[in-house]
């Protein structure tokens, strides 16, 4: 869920830069944060957030897809990124039941 008073274009940035943390180290976070320290919003609070922020895991896989029937392959793969994005642009609120109707339903619609 996005922090009362950060735009949502300051909390994508702060994922993003999360997301590559690993590979380029922390103070790429601070850094990008500082320069954008003009942005409506909180940065602090937002940095103290991208330090502790996991990424969630995505509630399903592949192979709940095949578990549907449908057989091992790219359309695999691009269902499960559709329901990826589905499950992003939902602010991650889908637990795995929601997650695994809304496969369905694309399987079905595939087919």
């Not at 790429?28 to 940095?47: E, F, K, N, Q, S």
């Not at 499960?80 to 694309?106: K, M, P, Q, S, Y």
Request: glycine content about 8%.
């Amino acid at each position: 869920m996005i922090r009362p008073g950060l735009t949502f274009a300051l909390w994508l940035a702060i994922a993003v830069l999360v997301l590559v943390n690993d590979m380029i180290g922390d103070t790429v976070i601070a850094d990008r944060l500082l320069l954008a320290v003009d942005a409506p919003g909180d940065w602090r609070a937002a940095l103290a957030m991208a330090r502790s922020w996991t990424p969630p895991e995505l509630p399903v896989s592949g192979g709940d897809a095949l578990k549907l029937g449908l057989k091992p392959g790219p359309k695999v793969g691009a269902l499960i990124e559709t329901v990826e994005r589905w499950w992003i642009d939902g602010d991650f609120a889908a637990d795995r039941t929601a997650c695994l109707a809304e496969l369905e339903r694309l399987a079905r619609t595939a087919q």
